[in-house]
């Protein structure tokens, strides 16, 4: 994959290039699902990578197609010896994936709650599930790429919990979510864009602003965007 | 065992004893069907209450990232929200969490100092005590079940047996609970459980505001309307943001008694 990609892409591609080194893995990729359905590959850090997306979309099966689907993620620390279930679901993308020389993967919805857009997958050459550490580094790793898909740059240190990325996890925020995509009639996707830029404007926490929503202290309007 | 566990000849005891084992017989009926994992964290935080006579129940996981996410609570206010999420930094929950021991306060207003910022809030949310049991699996915590009350309380053991029995019930829930597509793996169950509470509360925001009402109104219609239509709450909350179901027939569905 080569570097010269528009440049809205180029943080999905630092995070999948962290992720190797961070993860002990040898490849990883992003890829897209539009509002459409469709899906893209965002970016791929090496052939083997891009290869696992392809036969996924080309195949319509695997643990990046489950991961989109269920909103949980897919791990399969050995592929020549998976469970049965794996088999009988994947056994086109198996001898794909096998042919490939790939051994383990794990595949990370890029999701905040009904909001899907995309998943992160990991691959390795050898087989072994991922440490503690390492798991928890793949998290944070999915939720930088999907505030990235979703145009957000998330800024600073990708894998370190700052505030703004926690206040991510805070409930109001999700139900100020609900409102705002309702107050707007928008998508949900656009209305969490939506409070996230007020807040960015208003100079104060997400969730504050959230908290303000859910009390009906503060309204959006067609009229104010 | 002392005297004092020995099942009482009371009326509140047999009436609690009733209840205790109705709680049960929801619970393993919902254990052995096609489950949906935080209508059952609900299930458990409720009977928490009732069972235990405590003023406020919550249930937070590790979300593991770092943080501690709440996935059920016994209401919907801000302000218990708020008490309950600020133990990603400190608290009862966090200490309970990492030790995979149970950890209680029986008067926070006599111990203010162990979490001054968290018992500050609990306070002016109207709480005395506090308790966190966890929720382990083997060598494994993933997560506590964190109870309030609004009067300085110790807790008496059995309610804190009780307490770790709902409590272990929450473990086999998240975790026994088979996806449809492979027995999975620890992580997956969590981070399924926690991406289902995300879909919930933006349902529950899309229903507070299409309707006029507030979000426990929200939620106990989406819950009503999940059971009386044999839903799982977290595919009909997708369906209410997806705008894929109309929100005012969630909110007109008549309780079935």
């Given at each position: 994959?080569?570097?010269?990609?528009?440049e809205h892409d180029s943080v999905p591609r630092r995070i999948c290039q962290l992720s190797v080194h961070m993860l002990s893995i040898s490849g990883a990729g992003i890829s897209m699902v539009t509002k459409t359905g469709n899906r893209g590959v965002v970016c791929a850090t090496d052939d083997v990578s891009a290869r696992i997306e392809d036969l996924q979309f080309t195949l319509g099966e695997g643990p990046c197609v489950d991961a989109a689907q269920f909103g949980a993620p897919v791990m399969v620390p050995d592929l020549r010896t998976p469970d049965d279930i794996v088999v009988d679901r994947w056994p086109a993308f198996l001898e794909g994936a096998g042919a490939a020389g790939v051994r383990a993967v794990f595949a990370f919805p890029l999701r905040i709650g009904a909001i899907n857009v995309g998943v992160l997958d990991a691959y390795r050459s050898v087989p072994g599930p991922l440490?503690?550490?390492?798991?928890?580094?793949?998290?944070?790793?999915?939720?930088?790429?999907?505030?990235?898909?979703?145009?957000?740059?998330?800024?600073?240190?990708?894998?370190?919990?700052?505030?703004?990325?926690?206040?991510?996890?805070?409930?109001?925020?999700?139900?100020?979510?609900?409102?705002?995509?309702?107050?707007?009639?928008?998508?949900?996707?656009?209305?969490?864009?939506?409070?996230?830029?007020?807040?960015?404007?208003?100079?104060?926490?997400?969730?504050?602003?959230?908290?303000?929503?859910?009390?009906?202290?503060?309204?959006?309007?067609?009229?104010?965007? | 065992?002392?005297?004092?566990?020995?099942?009482?000849?009371?009326?509140?005891?047999?009436?609690?004893?009733?209840?205790?084992?109705?709680?049960?017989?929801?619970?393993?009926?919902?254990?052995?069907?096609?489950?949906?994992?935080?209508?059952?964290?609900?299930?458990?935080?409720?009977?928490?209450?009732?069972?235990?006579?405590?003023?406020?129940?919550?249930?937070?996981?590790?979300?593991?990232?770092?943080?501690?996410?709440?996935?059920?609570?016994?209401?919907?206010?801000?302000?218990?929200?708020?008490?309950?999420?600020?133990?990603?930094?400190?608290?009862?929950?966090?200490?309970?969490?990492?030790?995979?021991?149970?950890?209680?306060?029986?008067?926070?207003?006599?111990?203010?100092?162990?979490?001054?910022?968290?018992?500050?809030?609990?306070?002016?949310?109207?709480?005395?005590?506090?308790?966190?049991?966890?929720?382990?699996?083997?060598?494994?915590?993933?997560?506590?079940?964190?109870?309030?009350?609004?009067?300085?309380?110790?807790?008496?053991?059995?309610?804190?047996?009780?307490?770790?029995?709902?409590?272990?019930?929450?473990?086999?829930?998240?975790?026994?609970?088979?996806?449809?597509?492979?027995?999975?793996?620890?992580?997956?169950?969590?981070?399924?459980?926690?991406?289902?509470?995300?879909?919930?509360?933006?349902?529950?925001?899309?229903?507070?505001?299409?309707?006029?009402?507030?979000?426990?109104?929200?939620?106990?219609?989406?819950?009503?309307?999940?059971?009386?239509?044999?839903?799982?709450?977290?595919?009909?909350?997708?369906?209410?943001?997806?705008?894929?179901?109309?929100?005012?027939?969630?909110?007109?569905?008549?309780?079935?008694?």
């Amino acid at each position: 994959m080569d570097d010269s990609g528009p440049e809205h892409d180029s943080v999905p591609r630092r995070i999948c290039q962290l992720s190797v080194h961070m993860l002990s893995i040898s490849g990883a990729g992003i890829s897209m699902v539009t509002k459409t359905g469709n899906r893209g590959v965002v970016c791929a850090t090496d052939d083997v990578s891009a290869r696992i997306e392809d036969l996924q979309f080309t195949l319509g099966e695997g643990p990046c197609v489950d991961a989109a689907q269920f909103g949980a993620p897919v791990m399969v620390p050995d592929l020549r010896t998976p469970d049965d279930i794996v088999v009988d679901r994947w056994p086109a993308f198996l001898e794909g994936a096998g042919a490939a020389g790939v051994r383990a993967v794990f595949a990370f919805p890029l999701r905040i709650g009904a909001i899907n857009v995309g998943v992160l997958d990991a691959y390795r050459s050898v087989p072994g599930p991922l440490r503690d550490g390492q798991l928890r580094a793949a998290l944070l790793a999915a939720d930088a790429a999907a505030l990235a898909l979703l145009d957000i740059d998330p800024t600073g240190d990708l894998f370190s919990d700052n505030a703004d990325a926690r206040s991510t996890y805070q409930l109001q925020v999700h139900q100020a979510t609900g409102i705002v995509q309702v107050q707007l009639e928008i998508p949900t996707e656009e209305a969490f864009l939506m409070l996230r830029a007020r807040a960015f404007a208003l100079g104060r926490p997400l969730v504050d602003v959230a908290t303000d929503v859910v009390a009906r202290r503060l309204r959006f309007s067609v009229e104010d965007q | 065992m002392s005297s004092g566990d020995v099942a009482g000849g009371s009326a509140q005891d047999r009436d609690r004893e009733q209840l205790l084992a109705e709680t049960f017989v929801v619970l393993a009926d919902t254990l052995v069907d096609d489950y949906d994992v935080v209508d059952l964290l609900h299930q458990l935080v409720d009977a928490c209450v009732n069972l235990l006579g405590v003023t406020a129940a919550g249930l937070l996981l590790d979300d593991q990232r770092g943080n501690l996410a709440v996935v059920a609570s016994s209401n919907e206010e801000t302000r218990l929200l708020e008490v309950l999420q600020l133990q990603s930094d400190a608290g009862p929950c966090l200490d309970c969490v990492r030790s995979g021991v149970p950890v209680s306060v029986d008067d926070l207003e006599a111990d203010q100092n162990r979490w001054p910022v968290f018992a500050a809030a609990a306070m002016s949310a109207g709480f005395r005590s506090v308790a966190a049991v966890p929720l382990r699996l083997r060598s494994e915590t993933i997560g506590a079940l964190n109870m309030f009350h609004g009067a300085p309380h110790p807790v008496p053991l059995n309610d804190r047996r009780l307490a770790q029995a709902l409590a272990d019930v929450a473990t086999i829930g998240i975790l026994q609970r088979r996806s449809t597509h492979r027995s999975a793996m620890m992580a997956e169950q969590l981070q399924h459980a926690l991406n289902s509470r995300v879909v919930i509360e933006q349902a529950k925001g899309v229903l507070a505001e299409r309707n006029g009402v507030d979000m426990d109104t929200a939620f106990n219609a989406l819950r009503r309307y999940a059971r009386n239509h044999n839903r799982k709450l977290s595919e009909l909350a997708m369906e209410v943001v997806r705008g894929e179901i109309d929100p005012s027939s969630v909110q007109t569905e008549r309780r079935v008694t």
